[in-house]
C-alpha cells in the first residue's frame, strides 16, 4: 500500500521562505540523516511555492526548464523553445521577484543546459546539443550579487551529451557527476580544493557498477541529480530523480573505475503530487529549511499563460518534505 500523503493546500508566505534563503547556509555543508531518508519513503506534506516569473524582454521565448538550484536563491536553467542556440539560466534573488535572466550562446547548437548544483557559490552546467549525439562543455559560474558570473575554471569537454550534473564534496575531492543522455553512460570528474584542473573516470553502463545488496540495480533516465553525505558515517549520497521517481544512492569508489552504487531508497511520487505534469519532469533539488529537509521541484517551462502583464512564468515551484519533519542528525552544520 502506498503511503499516506498529506496534501498541504496552503502556500508558503513568500516573505517566510526569502528569510530561509537569505539566512541559511550553504548546501554544501549540509547533509542527510538516516531518519530523513526513512521519512521520505512515508507520509509526505507537498506545496506550491509560488510562481516564477521573468521579463519578456530578457526572455523572449517560451523556455523549457531543465534544472533548479535552491540555496541563497532560486537558479533555474532552461532551453529557449525557438532559438536553437541559445540557454538561460535565470536568479530570482527571493520567490516572488521577478527573477534576472542570463542568454547565453555557446557556439551555434550547444542549446540544452543541463540540471545542476551549487557547491558554495559555485555552479558548473553542461551545455550540449538537444539529442543524444555530440559533446558537452562543461563551464563554471559563481553567484555574486544575485548574478552568475563566469568563473575561472577551466572549462571541460565531454565527450558526449551530460544532461544531469551533481556537484559537491566526496572527502577532500570536489566532485562532478554527470548523466548521459538517458543515463546509459556517467562521467565523474573530481579534484582537490583549490585545483583548476578536473580529473576524469568514464563509467559505461552504470548498471554493471550497481551493488545486489541494494534495492534493486534500475538506473532511470535521471534528468537531475543531488550530490550529499550522509550526516552519521560522511556516506557520499547521489540523489536521482527522473518522471514520478526520486532514487537515492550509496556510491564508493568515487573518482576510480571502479565506482560502485547501492539503492537505498525509492519512492514513486505519483500518488504523492500531481500538478498536472509529472513532479519530476525536469529540475529537482534538495533545500534544507531549519535542519528539516525538502525536496523541490521546477517541472514547468516558462510560458505567458496566467502570467502578469509583461512577463513569462511557471505555474509553480514544489516542495514536498516528510509529514513527521525529520531534521538532520549530528553533523549536519
Known amino acids: 500500500m502506498e503511503p499516506r500523503t498529506v496534501y498541504r493546500a496552503a502556500i508558503w508566505s513568500l516573505a517566510q521562505l526569502a528569510l530561509i534563503l537569505l539566512a541559511g547556509p550553504k548546501a554544501d555543508a549540509k547533509c542527510v540523516s538516516t531518519a530523513q531518508i526513512q521519512q521520505l519513503g512515508g507520509a509526505l506534506q507537498c506545496r506550491n511555492l509560488g510562481k516564477l516569473s521573468v521579463s519578456l524582454k530578457e526572455m523572449p521565448n517560451n523556455c523549457h526548464s531543465q534544472g533548479l538550484a535552491v540555496d541563497s536563491s532560486v537558479t533555474v536553467s532552461c532551453m529557449d523553445r525557438s532559438d536553437s542556440s541559445a540557454a538561460y539560466m535565470v536568479v530570482f534573488p527571493r520567490p516572488g521577484d521577478t527573477g534576472k535572466a542570463f542568454k547565453y550562446k555557446v557556439g551555434n547548437s550547444y542549446r540544452h543546459p543541463s540540471a545542476f ?41 565531454a565527450p558526449t551529451h551530460i544532461g544531469a550534473l551533481a556537484f559537491g564534496r566526496v572527502g577532500e575531492l570536489e566532485t562532478l557527476i554527470g548523466c548521459a543522455w538517458d543515463c546509459n553512460d556517467w562521467a565523474v570528474w573530481t579534484r582537490k580544493a583549490g585545483s583548476r584542473a578536473f580529473t576524469a573516470t568514464s563509467v559505461r553502463k552504470p548498471k554493471e557498477h550497481t551493488d545486489h545488496r541494494g534495492l534493486d540495480s534500475g538506473v532511470g533516465a535521471y534528468n537531475s541529480l543531488f550530490l550529499t553525505t550522509r550526516c552519521e558515517d560522511k556516506q557520499p549520497l547521489l540523489f536521482a530523480s527522473h518522471g514520478t521517481w526520486l532514487d537515492v544512492w550509496e556510491l564508493s569508489g568515487v573518482g576510480t573505475a571502479d565506482l560502485r552504487l547501492k539503492k537505498i531508497m525509492k519512492r514513486n511520487f505519483k500518488s504523492v503530487f500531481h500538478p498536472g505534469i509529472n513532479l519530476f519532469h525536469e529540475g529537482m533539488t534538495l533545500f534544507w529549511n531549519g535542519g528539516q529537509l525538502e525536496i523541490m521541484a521546477a517541472p514547468h517551462d516558462f510560458k505567458t499563460e496566467g502570467c502578469g502583464p509583461g512577463l513569462r512564468c511557471t505555474p509553480g515551484l514544489y516542495s514536498c518534505t516528510a509529514a513527521g519533519g525529520a531534521k538532520a542528525g549530528p553533523g549536519a552544520n
Not at 559555485?122 to 562543455?137: C, D, E, I
Request: cysteine-free.
Open 117 to 157: 548544483q551549487f557547491l558554495g557559490d559555485k555552479t558548473a552546467v553542461a551545455f550540449a546539443p538537444n539529442s543524444p549525439n555530440g559533446q558537452s562543455q562543461i563551464r563554471f559560474f559563481d553567484l555574486k550579487n544575485q548574478e552568475l558570473v563566469p568563473a575561472e575554471d577551466a572549462t571541460i569537454m
